[in-house]
Nanobody, 125 residues
Framework: VQLQASGGGLVQTGDSLRLSCASS????????MAWFRQAPGKGREFVTT????????VYADSVKGRFIISRDNANNTLFLQMNSLKPEDTAVYYC???????????????????WGQGTQVTVSS
């Protein structure tokens, strides 16, 4: 199983970015999915998660109202729309898949079986 995250880059405070996560097979379309991030010297932090059907989502307080998670199951792709970016959003962003519990929402990394390689997001002040 391969998850490929993309869309990161260097932006300024207040800018927007859209991350994507695609799977080689049907992993994205059959899993609950999540985004985590990891800043230098820090642990992996939960950002947001979405059920397989897309009917429910959970966001970390730090991104609520600014980030939007969505999915396109027909194309096996997960998205993260990031608006009003702040320097503290700077991190490597990882997508993760939980095919075992596709209707559940978990906020800790240990529940996710498959991980993308990460994409760097840098927000300058």
């Amino acid at each position: 199983v391969q998850l490929q995250a993309s869309g990161g880059g260097l932006v300024q405070t207040g800018d927007s970015l859209r991350l994507s996560c695609a799977s080689s097979g049907r992993t994205v379309s059959t899993s609950s999915m999540a985004w985590f991030r990891q800043a230098p010297g820090k642990g992996r932090e939960f950002v947001t998660t979405i059920t397989r059907s897309g009917d429910r989502t959970v966001y970390a307080d730090s991104v609520k109202g600014r980030f939007i998670i969505s999915r396109d199951n027909a194309n096996n792709t997960l998205f993260l729309q990031m608006n009003s970016l702040k320097p503290e959003d700077t991190a490597v962003y990882y997508c993760a898949a939980n095919p075992t519990y596709p209707s559940a929402l978990f906020t800790t990394p240990n529940w996710y079986e498959y991980w993308g390689q990460g994409t760097q997001v840098t927000v300058s002040s």
